[in-house]
T-cell receptor, first 115, second 111 residues
Framework: ETGVTQSPTHLIKTRGQQVTLRCSSQSGHNTVSWYQQALGQGPQFIFQYYREEENGRGNFPPRFSGLQFPNYSSELNVNALELDDSALYLCASSYDSGTATDTQYFGPGTRLTVL | TQLLEQSPQFLSIQEGENLTVYCNSS?????LQWYRQEPGEGPVLLVT?????EVKKLKRLTFQFGDARKDSSLHITAAQPGDTGLYLCAGAGDRDDKIIFGKGTRLHILP
């Protein structure tokens, strides 16, 4: 139990639709990262938010966007869904102490299926 | 682009055997982490190694960071069915602390 929760657990959408995934971080964690994990692959970094501002982005198009709120919750929004967006979406929260060894605590993920 | 390659991709062995999985890169990492992920769950951190040549032990699991901080290994002694899962290595780059994951080694321990 990491104290990080995600909703919904599963979601089915069709191509072209928009989706919002939610994450509730551990209390006190000022950083949240989002990852996409395709079947049989490792997680791929989408972006990170630190104190409600984007703090780094992976190789994902602008239709992937996010928000972080002061109450330790965050959102991942994906517009114009494509079939290849089908994956497990993971959020991970951490406290950024300025080192590279901060521990990330992952949520259980949201399984998104795009038809 | 920093990449982490894990080998083997799949490993199925009998309970009680020993095994080693590898994580290799041509890039230097400031730290490297090993995670274990079970179906329907997010990855759970097992260990973080920071210093080149560092060895850490967690019960039957031994983790080593290469001297040049480009590679790492995970050795499991006397594997048990409870060790079954997806083992992921993840590196934090020298230039920033964004985490890059390998594709993972799927381990299955047969009772």
């Amino acid at each position: 139990e990491t104290g990080v929760t995600q909703s919904p657990t599963h979601l089915i959408k069709t191509r072209g639709q928009q989706v919002t995934l939610r994450c509730s971080s551990q209390s006190g964690h000022n950083t949240v990262s989002w990852y996409q994990q395709a079947l049989g692959q490792g997680p791929q970094f989408i972006f990170q938010y630190y104190r409600e501002e984007e703090n780094g982005r992976g190789n994902f198009p602008p239709r992937f966007s996010g928000l972080q709120f002061p109450n330790y919750s965050s959102e991942l929004n994906v517009n114009a869904l494509e079939l290849d967006d089908s994956a497990l979406y993971l959020c991970a929260s951490s406290y950024d102490s300025g080192t590279a060894t901060d521990t990330q605590y992952f949520g259980p993920g949201t399984r998104l299926t795009v038809l | 682009t920093q990449l982490l390659e894990q080998s083997p991709q799949f490993l199925s062995i009998q309970e009680g055997e020993n095994l080693t999985v590898y994580c290799n890169s041509s890039s230097v990492f400031s730290s490297l982490q090993w995670y274990r992920q079970e179906p329907g769950e997010g990855p759970v951190l097992l260990v973080t190694v920071v210093t080149g040549g560092e060895v850490k032990k967690l019960k039957r699991l031994t983790f080593q960071f290469g001297d040049a901080r480009k590679d790492s290994s995970l050795h499991i002694t006397a594997a048990q069915p409870g060790d079954t899962g997806l083992y992921l290595c993840a590196g934090a780059g020298d230039r920033d602390d964004k985490i890059i994951f390998g594709k993972g080694t799927r381990l299955h321990i047969l009772p």
